[in-house]
Structure formats: structure tokens, C-alpha cells
T-cell receptor, first 114, second 112 residues
Framework: KQEVTQIPAALSVPEGENLVLNCSFTDSAIYNLQWFRQDPGKGLTSLLLIQSSQREQTSGRLNASLDKSSGRSTLYIAASQPGDSATYLCAVRNSGGSNYKLTFGKGTLLTVNP | SQTIHQWPATLVQPVGSPLSLECTVEGTSNPNLYWYRQAAGRGLQLLFYSVGIGQISSEVPQNLSASRPQDRQFILSSKKLLLSDSGFYLC???????????FGPGTRLTVL
């Protein structure tokens, strides 16, 4: 059974700092991995999708990497801003017949202080 | 562009009452549709998945059911709510199996 862990559970940084959020998963037979952002009381916003054959994806100040063999992904946020404050969720999609299903971590609550 | 709507945004219901949450998607056809629940202190849990009208897969045995009466409409229901049904319910869509999922704004359900 796939399990996804996100460390740290919470992170507080000053504005302008570069930071890394970590995601690990137990079953390396994944189809792809998706990073989301969730603001309090809101739905999820998709940030990046990395296919299993890719090593990284970039969107603006965000860069996500994937090391499938070691079961790890990182989300790098450059030059953090107060508007980046939110919960960041990692979700993996297994290969095979269950590739419709996302397994989520519990998220990292990021606070960027002005 | 595609948009996903959910209503109501919030709902407070007594134990034993019925439930109907609605999700609609605009700007796409034949989407894959999903219902998730996010409970306090727990990760998102997939409840139901649908690849087409009338085609529903249940992921977790529970007090809830889902229906898809139209291509872009997905409904979550219960005949009798339990306290444990409280949570944040999220609808999502994707073009195909395994592709990027996009989420709606969610419905906050409180069962008293």
C-alpha cells in the first residue's frame, strides 16, 4: 500500500528565503507525482505534475524534482513571498490499474513572514 | 478554459438527515470525476471515481453514495448522516486516467 510522507509538517521562514519541501513515498512504482497548494478553507490548486520518466519540472519560482528509485520528491521555492503562505500537498499516482488514484501526504504548512 | 463548481460552500446538518452535494464541470467533455474527503488531521481520502455517466467506483465502504446523472455533473449523497461524515468534501476532474487533477472549491460539512 502506497504511503506518502511530507516533512516538515510546518515551516516558517522570512521573506526572500529559498526553501525546500520534502515528500517521500514507499512504493517507487509510480505513474506520476503532483504538487498542490491549499489555502485555508479552499480547494487545491495544482502546481506541478512530474511524470515518472522526468527528473524535474519548473514553473516560475517553483521547481519540483523527482527521484523515483529512492522514493523522494522535493519542491523548491525561490525567493519566498508572504503570498506563498499555504499548505503544500504532495500526491503520487501509482502505475498500473490504479493509476487514476492519487495518494496524498498530510502536507507542509508554510508561513512566509514579511 | 475549464471551471469546476461545487455547492453548497458550507452546510450544517443534524445527524440522521439526508445529504446532497453537487459538483459540475464546465469547458470539457467526458471528464473523469472524483469525490474526496479531507478530515481534520488526516490526508485527503478518495471516496468515489467516475469515468462516465452512470459509472461509479467506490473506494471506501461508508455511509455515502455517488451518482453521475449527466456527463459533467457528479453528486455525493447520503440517506442518513453520521457525526463521522463531517469534513471538507472536494470534487476534482481530469481529462483521462493518470492525468493532472483539478480541484473545486470544496464544501465544508458539519454534522451535529
Amino acid at each position: 500500500k502506497q504511503e506518502v510522507t511530507q516533512i516538515p509538517a510546518a515551516l516558517s521562514v522570512p521573506e526572500g528565503e529559498n526553501l525546500v519541501l520534502n515528500c517521500s513515498f514507499t512504493d517507487s512504482a509510480i505513474y506520476n507525482l503532483q504538487w498542490f497548494r491549499q489555502d485555508p478553507g479552499k480547494g487545491l490548486t495544482s502546481l506541478l505534475l512530474i511524470q515518472s520518466s522526468q527528473r524535474e519540472q519548473t514553473s516560475g519560482r517553483l521547481n519540483a524534482s523527482l527521484d523515483k528509485s529512492s522514493g523522494r520528491s522535493t519542491l523548491y521555492i525561490a525567493a519566498s513571498q508572504p503570498g506563498d503562505s499555504a499548505t503544500y500537498l504532495c500526491a503520487v499516482r501509482n502505475s498500473g490499474g490504479s493509476n487514476y488514484k492519487l495518494t496524498f501526504g498530510k502536507g507542509t504548512l508554510l508561513t512566509v513572514n514579511p | 478554459s475549464q471551471t469546476i463548481h461545487q455547492w453548497p460552500a458550507t452546510l450544517v446538518q443534524p445527524v440522521g438527515s439526508p445529504l446532497s452535494l453537487e459538483c459540475t464541470v464546465e469547458g470539457t467533455s467526458n471528464p473523469n470525476l472524483y469525490w474526496y474527503r479531507q478530515a481534520a488531521g488526516r490526508g485527503l481520502q478518495l471516496l468515489f471515481y467516475s469515468v462516465g455517466i452512470g459509472q461509479i467506483s467506490s473506494e471506501v465502504p461508508q455511509n455515502l453514495s455517488a451518482s453521475r446523472p449527466q456527463d459533467r455533473q457528479f453528486i455525493l449523497s447520503s440517506k442518513k448522516l453520521l457525526l463521522s461524515d463531517s469534513g471538507f468534501y472536494l470534487c476534482a476532474w481530469s481529462e483521462n486516467r493518470g492525468t493532472e487533477q483539478f480541484f473545486g472549491p470544496g464544501t465544508r460539512l458539519t454534522v451535529l
